[in-house]
Nanobody
Framework: QVQLVESGGGVVQAGDSLRLSCAAS????????VGWFRQAPGKEREFVAA????????YYADSVKGRFTISRDNAKKTVDLQMNSLKPEDTAVYYC????????????????WGKGTLVTVSS
């Protein structure tokens, strides 16, 4: 079993930066991929970014490519999401989740989810 706890959300203005962190406990951290997802009010949850167990592979949604960077520290058991040039449309609850496998295989394969952290970007 894996427990995931997100932190770092808040209220920022458009153009600002924010760094989210996902802390994991339970199953050995370096054995599974981790992803960030978000859900805006009235919308379905969507993929944001993911990183493989080793950290050598990363994936991004087109909407955040070039603005967001995902990274992980296997020693600290954390996965961070650096968000730059934030836009009002980035407003959402952000969730981290872990895959059963070392590489990201899509949202349907995410096994455990955190409770989320709210990011609000004002214009």
């Amino acid at each position: 079993q894996v427990q995931l706890v997100e932190s770092g959300g808040g209220v920022v203005q458009a153009g600002d930066s924010l760094r989210l962190s996902c802390a994991a406990s339970g199953r050995p951290f370096s054995t599974y991929a981790v992803g960030w997802f978000r859900q805006a009010p009235g919308k379905e949850r969507e993929f944001v970014a993911a990183i493989s167990a080793s950290g050598s592979l990363s994936y991004y949604a087109d909407s955040v490519k070039g603005r967001f960077t995902i990274s992980r520290d296997n020693a600290k058991k954390t996965v961070d999401l650096q968000m730059n040039s934030l836009k009002p449309e980035d407003t959402a609850v952000y969730y981290c989740a872990c895959d059963r496998a070392p590489v990201y295989r899509g949202p349907g394969n995410m096994e455990y989810w955190g409770k989320g952290t709210l990011v609000t970007v004002s214009s």
